[in-house]
């Protein structure tokens, strides 16, 4: 009896822990066993797997949902959007891309000033028309000042003979370029002959490099007097070595009207050939030997050959080219 009552009173008390051990497992479920996020539970998962799980066995393990890496947690950067009127407008505020903009053309650096000076030509030379060795000399001097944009030129050049200036031109130019191989002159000259007047010339020109590498240089001029001047000169540099390079160079004047006291006639007055070697010490000092033939023709011709000169002359030129 005292066994029956027993066991019924343990039925009793069994039965009302189950119950309440049932009525507490949704809270007790509810509750994570340690603090963590998914992104280090799936790091766990990492360490965890790796450390403890043999390759063979891993083959049997069933699959884990894997957490995708960009929920990584990210530094935050505070980005101003546009608003949408400007998104609709197709444009955005300057603080959009930071304070950055994009540039139209490329921002070059301040084009500063130098100068130079170059001698085209300091020459002796020696006229194979005559048997004694009749001995001159030629110079040709430019001394500029300014950019890339901007030059001023005083330019120089004569001629000795007997050791005299027999004639002789200065000019002071300005320069400028209209693309990227061409420039423009324009400014004064002033020209001296021996035993005659001097002129003044008002004018310009436009030189520059031609297809083929031709150094081209045409100028056109006004005198005081109503008398106008148009030159043409052109040259090649061919590059036989490093060092070694021949020039061939023509030039041509012209003028409007014939002026006897200045010794020309009008049209076509003079042509100069002329074929230079030089050798490059540096490209800044270059010595040079050379041949050139002066022909005066036409009218300007004739005139020489009224006050007995002659119409041509033929000469071997012993020179020094340099610039710095």
């Known amino acids: ?60 393990l069933p699959e884990v949902d894997s957490v995708e890496h960009t929920e990584h947690s990210k530094p935050v950067t505070h980005v101003a959007l546009p608003d949408e009127k400007q998104m609709n407008s197709g444009l955005r505020k300057p603080d959009y891309s930071d304070g950055y903009r994009s540039l139209d053309t490329h921002h070059m650096m301040s084009s500063p000033n130098f100068w130079s000076l170059e001698a085209e030509a300091l020459e002796l030379i020696r006229n194979a028309d005559y048997a004694d060795g009749h001995i001159g000399g030629h110079y040709d001097l430019k001394f500029w000042y300014g950019n890339d944009y901007n030059r001023l030129y005083l330019n120089t050049s004569g001629e000795l003979e007997q050791d005299k200036l027999q004639q002789a ?15 423009t002159t ?48 052109a040259s090649y540099d061919l590059n036989i070595s490093q060092k070694w390079v021949l020039q061939p160079k023509i030039e041509l004047l012209a003028y409007g009207k014939t002026s006897i006291e200045h010794r020309y006639g009008a049209g076509l007055a003079q042509v100069n050939t002329g074929l230079r070697l030089r050798y490059e010490i540096t490209p800044q000092l270059a010595p040079y030997i050379g041949f050139e033939h002066e022909q005066f023709v036409g009218k300007t011709a004739t005139l020489y050959k009224d006050h007995g000169d002659n119409s041509r002359s033929r000469n071997i030129l012993l020179g020094l080219h340099f610039w710095y």
């Open 1 to 60: 009896m005292n066994f029956q009552i027993f066991n019924a009173f343990n039925w009793r008390i069994n039965t009302v822990l189950l119950t309440t051990l049932i009525s507490f497992s949704p809270f007790v479920l509810a509750v994570p066993l340690e603090n963590k996020s998914p992104v280090q539970q799936h790091h766990k998962t990492h360490d965890t797997t790796m450390a403890t799980v043999s390759p063979v066995s891993m083959q049997n």
């Open 169 to 183: 031109s200065s000019s002071v130019m300005w320069w400028r370029p209209f693309s990227a191989y061409w420039n």
């Open 186 to 233: 324009f400014g004064l000259k002033q020209e001296y002959v021996a035993d005659n007047n001097d002129q003044t010339w008002l004018g310009g020109g436009v030189s520059g490099l031609a297809p083929y590498w031709f150094d081209i240089e045409t100028t056109l001029y006004g005198s005081t007097k109503g008398n106008s001047q148009l030159g043409f000169n």
